[in-house]
């Protein structure tokens, strides 16, 4: 493919003038079996190129353990967007934002309590070149400069944002070029920042979502002269539980777009595609409050989560014919979705029951955090003994980032991070009595100065102000339910319980699996993690990939940390529910 020249005041291809018009597509936030129909659609709604983030937290779950099998396959991903015509802004961090979990920064990296993160510190910087030799040489021929579809690469992600530290930017361009990417490197940045994050002789870039002539004019006053890329447009955001489902008007979105264009920049929409936060991958913010995002990531982009058009796609069709080549064929219709079907849940198993084949615990003198249990997403859960009968005052140092409480099995409250709760009083029937602490890692901060967002029971731990020691640790990933012993159960079954139940498919599609009466937990199909659900919303449904299921019997498995409604029935329906746009 041709190759990329940032040099004059306006972007070439061999020479040629060229206008990227990008959108971002994140493979990892897409089952695999739907990336060419993804591409085909950015390509048939006008784009030239798509850009995505690399997630070295998923391809790199433990030090010296690499993936790019199945959904992280990032080098078949580029090959079919080379196939579909389609040029790749490649985002490899290490740090990425993305409202997901960490940033991208795998949670082992935290197992160092002096690791400063995004920084020159030396475990950082060695962690982040193992990570860059694993990877750069698996995409160094899908380069531009190779004949593949990768135009330029991002140094970084918003670090004007988060420091000034030149010499950390200039060292990860450094490793960059060390380990073959002889594209064009960029950096991007909000307006306010960009002095701060840009690097000298590396492309600098903006982001912003409205009042581009401003935001343009930021970076011109940076780097006048040079080619001008919007490199996030914000054309929709992403929601947070407890919030409202975020939307922003097309044809706004479609004249703010048309303003960029006009005064001659290139353009990355962000996002094109959002997709989905499946398993525990969505992040969080933190600022003076947690606030975990939803699994869905649908950003009120020109394609939902199911890779439909909306009226945000046409819009921004008629825009981005007026600033490339005409597109002959027309926009694509709504793939087909399973009819409406009710599964009933009719198996258990109760969490606390079946902990053997989950995990092992740990023992030691104070509960240990998820990190030192080697453990990224999921829950873990404490046990320590009660020494003496009577009321009782529990207090944590911290939670992070739920935490339900249990005495000898029955529940007594729950801890909320976000709520800022530290305390819970309650009762102990017996001396010996068992005290269990369920805790969740609800995603870990995505951006700011919370990054190093360690999770579970911090210490120490207080029964009526003296330390309680003595506890086991258990890590529960949940990343294998195959060993579960459901049996039959009739009636509410209080959590947290596994629920299982069967439904048949004649020809597998998408579809919304919708949990009505439920209250909060996880859900699989056929083994594949949905994500989280969680009756406070705004988000009411999780959207499965029709490639996750098959012909025939499928199995559906939810997670209920509370009390599943008597029915213990879900729905699938042909729609989501994204919840209120108002609060």
Same mark, same amino acid.
């Given at each position: 493919m041709p190759v990329l020249d940032t040099d004059g005041g306006e972007f070439t291809l061999d020479g040629a003038p060229f206008r990227i018009l990008s959108g971002g597509l994140h493979y990892f936030r897409i089952h695999p079996d739907h990336w060419a129909d993804r591409l085909r659609k950015a390509r048939l709604m006008g784009l030239n190129t798509v850009e995505t983030y690399v997630p070295w937290n998923l391809h790199q779950p433990r030090p010296g353990e690499l993936r790019f099998d199945g959904g992280l396959d990032l080098p078949a991903f580029l090959d079919l967007a080379a196939a579909e015509?389609?040029? &790749?802004?490649?985002? $490899?961090?290490?740090?990425?934002?993305?409202?997901?979990?960490?940033?991208?920064?795998?949670?082992?990296?935290?197992?160092?309590?002096?690791?400063?993160?995004?920084?020159?510190?030396?475990?950082?910087?060695?962690?982040?070149?193992?990570?860059?030799?694993?990877?750069?040489?698996? &995409? =160094?021929?899908?380069?531009?400069?190779?004949?593949?579809?990768?135009?330029?690469?991002?140094?970084?992600?918003?670090?004007?944002?988060?420091?000034?530290?030149?010499?950390?930017?200039?060292?990860?361009?450094?490793?960059?070029?060390?380990?073959?990417?002889?594209?064009?490197?960029?950096?991007?940045?909000? $307006?306010?920042?960009?002095?701060?994050?840009?690097?000298?002789?590396?492309? =600098?870039?903006?982001?912003?979502?409205?009042?581009?002539?401003?935001?343009?004019?930021?970076?011109? =006053?940076?780097? $006048?002269?040079? *080619?001008?890329?919007?490199?996030?447009?914000?054309?929709?955001?992403?929601?947070?539980?407890?919030?409202?489902? &975020?939307?922003?008007? *097309?044809?706004? =979105?479609?004249?703010?777009?048309?303003?960029?264009?006009?005064?001659?920049?290139? &353009?990355?929409?962000?996002?094109?595609?959002?997709?989905?936060?499946?398993?525990?991958?969505?992040?969080?913010?933190?600022?003076?409050?947690?606030?975990?995002?939803?699994?869905?990531?649908?950003?009120d982009a020109p394609l939902d989560e199911a890779g439909d058009p909306t009226a945000k796609y046409h819009a921004f069709r008629e825009v981005l014919a007026k600033y490339g080549p005409p597109v002959a064929e027309p926009a694509p219709a709504a793939a087909p979705k399973l009819p409406a079907a009710a599964v009933q849940l009719t198996e258990s198993a109760p969490l606390l029951a079946d902990l053997p084949v989950l995990g092992t615990p740990v023992p030691a003198l104070r509960p240990l955090r998820m990190e030192e249990l080697g453990q990224d997403f999921g829950f873990v859960l404490y046990k320590a003994v009660l020494p003496a009968a009577g009321p009782a005052l529990l207090e944590v140092g911290a939670v992070a980032d739920r935490a339900q409480v249990f005495v000898d099995g029955q529940p007594v409250g729950a801890l909320e991070r976000e709520d800022h709760e530290r305390a819970i009083a309650f009762h102990v029937p017996r001396a010996g009595a068992v005290l269990r602490l369920l805790v969740e890692n609800q995603g870990r901060v995505n951006y700011g100065e919370g990054l190093h967002d360690r999770k579970g029971l911090h210490g120490p731990v207080l029964l009526n102000g003296a330390e309680l020691t003595g506890w086991s640790s258990l890590p529960l990933p949940l990343d294998d339910l195959g060993e579960l012993s459901f049996t039959g159960t009739a009636g509410p079954v209080p959590g947290p319980v596994f629920h299982r139940g069967t439904f048949h498919v004649d020809e597998p599609a998408d579809t919304f699996l919708h949990l009505p009466g439920w209250t909060k937990g996880n859900a699989w199909v056929n083994g594949f993690p949905l994500g989280r659900h969680w009756s406070r919303g705004p988000q009411r449904s999780l959207y499965v990939p029709g490639p996750a299921l098959r012909p025939g019997p499928n199995e559906l498995t939810v997670l209920e940390l509370h009390a599943a409604p008597s029915h213990r029935t879900a729905r699938l329906l042909p729609h989501p529910d994204l919840g209120p746009t108002e609060e």
């Open positions: 015509g389609l040029h &790749v802004l490649l985002r $490899p961090g290490p740090y990425i934002c993305a409202e997901w979990e960490g940033g991208g920064l795998p949670s082992w990296l935290l197992t160092d309590p002096d690791v400063r993160l995004r920084s020159n510190h030396p475990g950082y910087l060695h962690a982040v070149e193992g990570w860059f030799s694993a990877l750069l040489p698996k &995409v =160094a021929d899908k380069l531009a400069t190779r004949g593949g579809p990768v135009l330029a690469v991002q140094v970084e992600n918003e670090y004007g944002a988060y420091g000034d530290d030149t010499s950390h930017l200039a060292h990860l361009a450094e490793l960059l070029r060390r380990y073959g990417v002889d594209v064009p490197l960029f950096t991007c940045d909000q $307006p306010g920042d960009l002095a701060r994050g840009a690097l000298p002789g590396t492309l =600098a870039t903006v982001n912003f979502g409205s009042r581009a002539r401003q935001g343009l004019a930021a970076l011109d =006053a940076l780097r $006048p002269g040079e *080619p001008k890329l919007c490199a996030e447009f914000w054309i929709g955001w992403f929601d947070r539980w407890g919030g409202r489902h &975020v939307v922003r008007d *097309p044809e706004d =979105a479609a004249r703010e777009l048309d303003e960029l264009l006009a005064a001659g920049a290139s &353009v990355n929409l962000y996002m094109f595609h959002g997709g989905t936060n499946f398993g525990f991958t969505n992040g969080a913010n933190d600022k003076h409050t947690y606030r975990p995002t939803v699994t869905g990531y649908d950003y």
